[in-house]
């Protein structure tokens, strides 16, 4: 009997505590809302792989089965179905529809995906939450602005000065970095060189490494009018200067870790190449994001052993299978401190991608919890303190955001 009462004071805590989801995207635009396939709910692949084979999946099918549920639809209902019912709902009520479940109380919204045009400001999501909003600055981005600027300076000027270039850049992205660290709205930084170049960052960068990069960049941009980082001179500059000033300002850093589409080198995007830079720099709160998948356990070491790391465990959610997220999160807990540990949604684009990532972590957290419990493995209130941490308490520290739970 007295078991059943902590299952259920345990199941009452994981599935209604509030939540701060400290890493998503921001949502499409109503006229938007069915620009992207919408298969990019449940994974990350793209064309045929997308919409022809992700809909094979287990993550496909539990999602269709609760998503089904949600639009209250019948039994059986397909992923089509599913499909045909969010595309007939007035897109503010399937907002509301989605986000009222999960409890979260406040996001940090990463605004820098590459379609800013095409989704809501940051501050848009305030509507559907008790705290407000906070922007999470994606370093890459920040410097591609810098640089398509300066570069449109020289080439008007005809007077491609590369050295100068280069100052300019240092000097501009320095600044920027610090003036985005000391404002309130920011709650930490991202980066995604796991995309770029790879998580092996080089702590140096050589000044002639960055000169050719530069002109490279410019004479690419010149020709196609597209500015994208891609040498690894430059990325890595990026990440070491992020690394710097964020600790002197006590943001944390996000990396985008292991799961990802296929512009990832995937045996570049394990955190355990990142052991260099996590030594040079002890005072920068580095979150390592996405659970690290399939890289969880090097995750955990990495989060165990030095005090400056974090493990966010999102993404997961829902593009894993049940049985492949409870395994997620036994990992995540093999190791790492619990302190240390916080969830997000990694919800974007579309309100479903906020709910599914929702509900399925608290049943995976819950689930794994709950055995715990019962083997005897951990008191009730460790349980809960766990629960209460990863989805609330942990971010509320880590991120200095000074928020009190609400509706509890």
């Given at each position: 009997m007295?078991?059943?009462?902590?299952?259920?004071?345990?199941?009452?805590?994981?599935?209604?505590?509030?939540?701060?989801?400290?890493?998503?995207?921001?949502?499409?635009?109503?006229?938007?809302?069915?620009?992207m396939p919408f298969e990019g709910l449940i994974s990350e692949a793209s064309g045929p792989a997308l919409t022809e084979d992700a809909i094979h999946t287990l993550a496909?099918?539990?999602?269709?089965?609760?998503?089904?549920?949600?639009?209250?639809?019948?039994?059986?209902?397909?992923?089509?179905?599913?499909?045909?019912?969010?595309?007939?709902?007035?897109y503010n009520m399937l907002c509301r529809m989605c986000m009222a479940p999960t409890r979260i109380q406040c996001i940090l919204i990463d605004d820098g995906l590459g379609v800013r045009d095409m989704v809501y400001d940051y501050k848009w999501h305030d509507r559907y939450t008790a705290s407000p909003t906070k922007r999470v600055v994606r370093v890459e981005i920040l410097a591609e602005d810098i640089l398509r600027d300066l570069i449109n300076a020289q080439l008007s000027a005809g007077d491609m000065?590369?050295?100068?270039?280069?100052e300019t850049f240092i000097a501009s992205f320095t600044a920027a970095l610090a003036t985005s660290a000391q404002d309130p709205e920011v709650a930490g930084f991202k980066s995604v060189v796991c995309y770029r170049t790879g998580l092996d960052v080089s702590l140096t960068q050589e000044t002639s490494d960055m000169d050719v990069s530069l002109v490279t960049l410019a004479l690419r941009y010149e020709s196609l009018k597209k500015l994208r980082l891609e040498s690894k001179a430059l990325n890595d500059f990026v990440v070491v200067t992020t690394l710097r000033i964020a600790a002197q300002y006590g943001k944390p850093v996000q990396f985008h870790t292991g799961l990802g589409d296929n512009d990832i080198t995937l045996v570049k995007s394990s955190p355990a190449v990142m052991q260099p830079v996590i030594k040079a720099h002890p005072n920068a709160k580095i979150v390592l994001l996405h659970s690290s998948y399939p890289y969880t356990q090097e995750a955990g070491y990495l989060t165990a052993v030095y005090r400056n790391v974090y493990l966010d465990f999102g993404e997961i959610f829902p593009f894993l299978s049940a049985d492949g997220q409870r395994d997620v999160v036994k990992?995540?807990?093999?190791?790492?401190?619990?302190?240390?540990?916080?969830?997000?949604?990694?919800?974007?684009?579309?309100?479903?991608?906020?709910y599914l990532g929702t509900i399925q972590a608290r049943e995976a957290v819950y689930n794994v919890l709950e055995g715990s419990l019962r083997r005897g493995e951990m008191s009730l209130t460790q349980a809960i303190n766990i629960a209460k941490g990863a989805f609330f308490e942990n971010a509320n520290r880590i991120y200095n955001l000074g928020l009190v739970p609400q509706g509890i």
């Open positions: 007295e078991l059943q009462q902590d299952l259920s004071e345990l199941f009452k805590v994981v599935h209604r505590y509030p939540a701060i989801d400290n890493h998503a995207h921001a949502f499409l635009k109503v006229e938007n809302r069915d620009a496909c099918y539990k999602a269709t089965v609760q998503l089904a549920k949600l639009f209250g639809l019948p039994a059986g209902a397909t992923w089509e179905d599913v499909k045909r019912a969010r595309s007939a709902a007035d000065r590369v050295p100068l270039m280069r990992q995540v807990f093999e190791l790492c401190p619990t302190n240390k540990i916080m969830w997000s949604t990694d919800g974007h684009f579309w309100p479903e991608s906020y």
